[in-house]
């Protein structure tokens, strides 16, 4: 299977409360980026975090891309256990999962084997693509990077 971890685009720095900062103009063209570099992907699905900013991104992200379907993710927030989300993950497909700092970097670090690349630090609209046989640590192999 193969994942893609995705940090949402450049969010607005303020609103009425963290889970409703959308994508800014630079957070649109940094999706709108990646989502053309990775148009040549076909995906299961894309999985995505509640807030309203990481699931912009995942909107920008499936009319590029042609993706079926968006599922919503309340476990995938910034403060959410990495393990409780590696549960949540699927056993099978190549899927997307768009989600926020530090979540991004600590489930990318539990899933790859090489301990020397674990501190995978994600700017907006990053992506780094895994390729592993199941969902669980130490099991996958950085196969792309993809900046805006």
């Not at 309203?52 to 379907?69: I, K």
């Not at 993710?73 to 699927?90: G, K």
């Amino acid at each position: 299977m193969k994942l893609y971890i995705m940090r949402h685009g450049k969010a607005e720095s303020y609103a009425e409360s963290d889970q409703v900062r959308p994508l800014s103009d630079v957070g649109r063209k940094q999706v709108a980026d990646v989502a053309k570099q990775m148009s040549d992907l076909s995906l299961s699905g894309i999985m995505a975090s509640p807030y309203l900013r990481a699931w912009q991104t995942a909107e920008l992200m499936q009319a590029t891309l042609s993706t079926p379907m968006i599922q919503r993710c309340d476990s995938f927030t910034p403060d959410s256990s990495v393990h409780e989300v590696l549960r949540n993950l699927p056993k099978s497909g190549d899927w997307l999962l768009v989600s926020h700092m530090p979540l991004v970097s600590l489930l990318t670090g539990l899933l790859i084997e090489d301990d020397q690349a674990r501190d995978v630090l994600f700017s907006t609209a990053m992506v780094v693509g895994l390729d592993m046989p199941e969902a669980s640590p130490r099991l996958a192999r950085v196969i792309q990077q993809w900046l805006p």
